[in-house]
């Protein structure tokens, strides 16, 4: 009856006895394998040494020998005298949780200590007014204002990702007028590409969902926004919302330098960004299409990506049509 798996063996490594558990975890035939020594049947160099040394008081965790996929957390303890029972147990997922806090944390460590570094080399700077002539003040007021800019971006993103991730399902309880959001988007894009002057075209059906708002503005702004960034000067982007087989898409083309193949399955991952634009010291965070990919999961939709280089990219996702308002 236990949770975990469970193995009675003898001090001199026979095998006594083992749940089906652990018949999965380490591939044990029963009762065939009764008698063997425990070492030939769970082949693992580590635990071939744990065994040896026989100091059990830290537990060890070893991939399954059967499921190189499966990391399974061993620990040994005495049962009777001459006898030791090991009790296993999959820590597969807690571990890959783990590796991402971690990787989280460094992630965001990192991202923040930039614009941090640069500010702290202009205050020290200005900390001594003789060695800043008028023209570098302006130059430093200029880049620390951008570098605070980013800094709370960066905070702005993480708190929405972190909202996002608790989940709730009131997605019903809301009509969304993705009409009237994309007008309002198609205003704020007008101001974004003041700079870059490329021709941008709205195409939008009078289609309107169940949804939650914050999430579907979040999603679009973000692709349309990507799209203005990474496209040079003067280029050409449709934004489109219709009616399709099985629901309504919204898409966002552009006619940019488009991403290599190898980068696609991993840009909505938190933080990834295209190598080259990853050396940009503006610009985005990396946090954009993450926050896409969740706040559209919340309406059982997912997103699709196809980019070919110097051609363009074109971003889209299917709201499914149990979403939309009759
Ligand atoms: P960022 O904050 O860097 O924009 P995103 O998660 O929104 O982060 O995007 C990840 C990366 O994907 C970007 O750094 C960029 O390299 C690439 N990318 C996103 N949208 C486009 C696009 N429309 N054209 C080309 N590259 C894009």
Redesign the pocket.
């Known amino acids: 009856a236990l949770p975990d798996a469970a193995i009675v063996f003898r001090a001199d490594g026979a095998l006594l006895w083992s749940n089906k558990l652990a018949q999965f975890y380490f591939g044990l035939r029963w009762p065939d394998d009764a008698g063997q020594r425990l070492s030939n049947l769970i082949r693992h160099p580590e635990f071939y040494a744990y065994l040896n040394e026989g100091n059990f008081e830290e537990e060890l965790t070893i991939p399954s020998p059967i499921r190189e996929s499966l990391d399974i957390e061993i620990r040994i303890m005495p049962y009777s005298e001459d006898q030791f029972l090991l009790v296993a147990r999959d820590v597969t997922q807690v571990k890959r949780l783990e590796n991402l806090r971690r990787e989280f944390v460094a992630n965001v460590s990192h991202e923040l200590k930039t614009p941090l570094t640069v500010l702290q080399g202009y205050l020290e700077m200005m900390d001594d007014p003789q060695q800043t002539p008028p023209a570098m003040l302006k130059k430093a007021v200029e880049n620390m204002n951008a570098q605070s800019t980013r800094m709370s971006n960066l905070v702005d993103q993480l708190l929405t990702l972190s909202r996002m991730e608790t989940p709730s399902d009131d997605v019903f309880d809301h009509e969304v007028d993705m009409p009237a959001m994309l007008e309002q988007l198609q205003a704020e894009a007008k101001r974004l590409n003041e700079a870059k002057q490329h021709t941008i075209e709205f195409q939008v059906a009078p289609v309107r969902i169940y949804g939650k708002e914050n999430l579907l503005r979040s999603a679009m702004q ?1 692709l349309i926004t ?2 203005i ?3 040079p000067e003067g280029g050409n982007i449709t934004v489109s919302w219709k009616r399709v087989a099985g629901g309504a898409e919204f898409s966002v083309t ?1 006619n ?4 290599p193949a190898e980068h696609l399955p991993r ?1 909505t991952e938190r933080f ?3 190598e080259d ?1 990853r050396n940009s010291a503006s ?8 926050i896409v990919k969740h706040a559209i999961e919340h309406h059982n939709s997912q997103l699709d990506i196809n ?1 070919s280089l110097e051609k363009g ?1 074109r ?1 889209s996702f299917r709201i499914p049509s149990g979403l939309l308002v009759n």
């Open positions: 973000n990507n799209a960034y990474y496209t552009d940019g330098k488009g991403i840009l990834y960004r295209v634009d610009g985005g965070t990396g946090l954009g299409l993450s980019s990219s971003f």
